[in-house]
């Protein structure tokens, strides 16, 4: 990270507590406490009304694939589809993004220009400014369509890999173009990540490489990456966390059917964050309950791969 | 530390006593830029007498074209550790490259077909009375929409995301500190449905189920505004001057005065970056708004507490997903609006945080 270490909190003034000095400092410790409290809440009322329909469910909610919670009586409802196609999209993504993103950080720290390295970086910046909406509406307008020539392609020279085997869907909307625009939306949160601490790499570090007569690749791969792995793992968790929770671009891209298919050229499986999104406005009965009970899983997947990017992040930091 | 060492460079046989050319196996400094541009033009020339000419096929095949050749002339020449450097930094052009493709191509399908229905008829007409095939309508009710959910996202998250700032750089020590600033990141990574979800939850408890308007949307927003807000805002403090602080503090002014008075007014620029850096991520959310303000929200609503509130981006999504030409051609003019709007935010916030930034020395 960049930031500069803090500057500890200075000691109060001496003298008698002052009235104005105690309200403003209830009010900041209040709203910090407030953003504990936010989290806390969402992870309770999103149990609270989760629990009728789990308790009311009559399949196994983690291993069912159906989903036929819109009745009054007996719904019965799964989320091993779900949470099987929501883990394999953001994986493939983030095999797309890990090695290009890793590539621009390297780019913009040591082979641009020095003028153009924060312009460049403003650019790929930019891509993470663009709304998921607009993803969206550029994967099926413009990328799927793209695609199909590629996806035929691919079934007739690598079919033999089963994830490629044909038919190719006609349409382009699979899981694959829809991890293609995921993976565009973690670029910049990996390349943020890696560019940070590529830049903190010690300078001794590169100089004594160089001076050894290593090329400019050597140097990086003995002083630059050893250094900065902590920091592209975390980013890469990063990463993954936004992938697994991005609702939008798959909600529009993909053609969904609730399998556990590892064919990726074929229009099939589903994300978590998509089926809620796609299926909320008809829910009804036990529906929305059981909705909150896939975003449920869903928060608890992100939360756990979110703190363990911190955590990685933070042990790095120390080690340095 | 990599235990493995790179091999020394190979002595010549002339070492020693002997004068050594140093100029002897290397390529000429222009060779890069002579090589691609030669590249470049023959490749072109090719495809052009088979008459098969697409920029992307020119620009893959100019690069493969460019990797080969330069790869295996430096590994004659140069040797295998200059070759590999040489195709690592191919490589590495060419990551940034891929990166800008996206970029350039949603950029320009948005702003080709946005073109097509973007003009003051659509940004000034709602859809109320229009049929959604009707070769009419406009996207008026949605951009209202949008300014009110998001402005009033901003006013609950700005004061609640500053005074966070505050507290943890001016009061928070220790254990408190770190646990705060902990579960700020870990709200960062929320995703956006489960804000949404959050949201439909409480309203089901608060108001009973199908309660669907603008305040629920703004809440939502509010809970992934909060973080980015904290992040950056405390990123700001921190680059105040302690010696201001001390200064205040000498002439006898109390600790709310000093924050007051002197911390936030010097740290003002940067917050505001911030502040419009965090709108320009809200606005364009979409899931949360889809399940708290609704879908079907045809006609302006002002009110952010009664009824459905269309929005730019689930106008979008609802145009798409009723699928005909006249819905596409209004989804792209939208995402044109909204695309505009979002990068009108960050490039002012970016002005405004390169004119005003703090002088740190």
């Given amino acids: 990270m960049t930031t500069t270490d803090a500057p500890e909190a200075a000691p109060p003034p001496r003298g008698k507590r002052r009235i104005g000095d105690v ?30 329909s789990l308790s009311a469910n009559t399949a196994n909610f983690l291993t069912t694939r159906e989903w036929a919670p819109n009745v009054r009586e007996d719904p019965a409802f799964g989320v091993a ?18 090695p290009v993103a890793i590539g621009i950080a390297l780019f913009i720290v040591f082979y641009a220009p020095r003028r153009l390295a924060s312009l460049l970086g403003y650019l790929v910046d930019l891509l993470a400014a663009i709304p998921s909406v607009v993803y969206g509406l550029w994967g099926i307008g413009f990328l799927a369509p793209q695609l199909v020539p590629v996806f035929d392609a691919m079934t007739r020279y690598l079919g033999w ?57 050597e140097m990086i791969r003995l002083a630059v990456l050893p250094f900065g792995k902590s ?42 964050a998509a089926h809620i999104a796609l299926q909320y406005p008809e829910a009804t009965g036990y529906g929305v309950s059981a909705l909150i009970a896939a975003g449920l899983v869903l928060f608890a997947i992100t939360l756990v791969v979110n703190m363990g990017a911190r955590y990685v992040v933070a042990r790095g930091n120390k080690e340095s | 530390m990599n235990t493995t060492t790179t091999q020394p460079p190979t002595p010549g046989p002339e070492t020693g006593t002997e004068r050594v050319d140093l100029r ?38 100019t690069a493969a074209a460019y990797v080969v050749i330069s790869v295996t002339a430096s590994a004659r020449v140069e040797g295998s550790r200059k070759a590999k450097d040489r195709l690592v930094t191919s490589l590495v052009y060419g990551c940034f490259l891929l990166a800008m493709l996206p970029l350039v191509s949603v950029l320009w399908t948005v702003l080709v077909n946005g073109l097509a229905r973007f003009d003051g008829y659509f940004l000034t007409v709602s859809m109320n009375g229009v049929l959604p095939s009707m070769d009419a309508g406009g996207a008026y009710h949605a951009i209202v929409g949008t300014l009110m959910i998001t402005g009033m996202a901003t006013l609950i998250s700005v004061p609640i995301g500053v005074m966070a700032a505050v507290y943890l750089v001016e009061y928070a020590q220790g254990r408190m500190k770190r646990i705060i600033m902990f579960f700020v990141d870990v709200m960062t990574g929320i995703p956006s449905i489960v804000a949404g979800l959050f949201v439909v939850a409480l309203w089901m408890m608060l108001f009973g189920p199908g309660r669907t308007n603008g305040a629920a949307g703004a809440i939502s927003l509010t809970v992934l505004m909060i973080p980015v807000v904290v992040r950056s805002s405390e990123e ?7 010696d201001l602080r001390e200064a205040s503090y ?29 709108i320009a991520r809200v606005i364009g959310e979409t899931a949360p708004l889809i399940l708290t303000a609704g879908t079907s929200a045809i006609s302006i609503n002002w009110n952010l507490f009664d009824g459905q509130m269309m929005n730019l981006p689930v106008f979008i999504y609802s145009q798409v997903r009723m699928g005909g030409a006249i819905n596409y051609e209004r989804a792209w003019a939208a995402a044109l609006t ?24």
């Fill in chain 1, 23 to 52: 309200a403003f400092a209830g009010l900041a410790q209040g709203s910090g406490l407030l953003i504990l409290l936010i989290l806390a809440g969402v992870a309770a009322f999103l149990i609270i009304q989760a629990w009728p």
């Fill in chain 1, 81 to 98: 589809a779900l949470a099987f196609g929501t883990v394999l999209a953001a994986a493939i993504a983030l095999l797309m993004a890990l």
């Fill in chain 1, 161 to 217: 890999i089963p994830l490629f085997a044909g038919p190719a869907s006609t349409s382009g909307r699979t899981i694959l173009t829809a991890s293609v625009a995921l993976a565009v939306m973690v670029l910049p949160i990996i390349t943020a990540m890696s560019r940070d601490v590529f830049q903190q790499t010690p300078q001794g570090h590169r100089e004594a490489a160089l001076a050894m007569g290593a090329t400019r690749w």
């Fill in chain 1, 231 to 272: 920091g592209v793992i975390g980013g890469a968790m990063l990463g993954l966390g936004r992938a697994l929770g991005e609702t939008m671009a798959v909600a529009m891209i993909l053609s969904p059917s609730l399998v556990i298919s590892w064919n990726l050229l074929q229009s099939g499986n589903q994300t978590i």
């Fill in chain 2, 24 to 61: 002897r196996g290397s390529l000429p400094r222009h060779f890069p830029g002579v090589l691609l541009a030669s590249c470049a033009a023959v490749v072109a020339g090719i495809l052009l007498l088979f008459g098969t000419f697409g920029f992307l096929l020119w620009g893959l095949l």
């Fill in chain 2, 236 to 242: 700001m403090l921190r680059l105040v001057p302690q």
């Fill in chain 2, 250 to 278: 000498a002439l006898g002014v109390p600790k709310w005065r000093t924050i007051t008075k002197v911390v936030l007014p010097t740290s003002a620029a940067g917050l505001t970056t911030g502040i419009m850096l965090a």
């Fill in chain 2, 338 to 361: 909204l695309i505009l709007v979002v990068m009108l935010l960050f490039f002012l916030a970016r002005m405004l945080g390169r004119l005003f930034a703090p002088k740190v020395r």
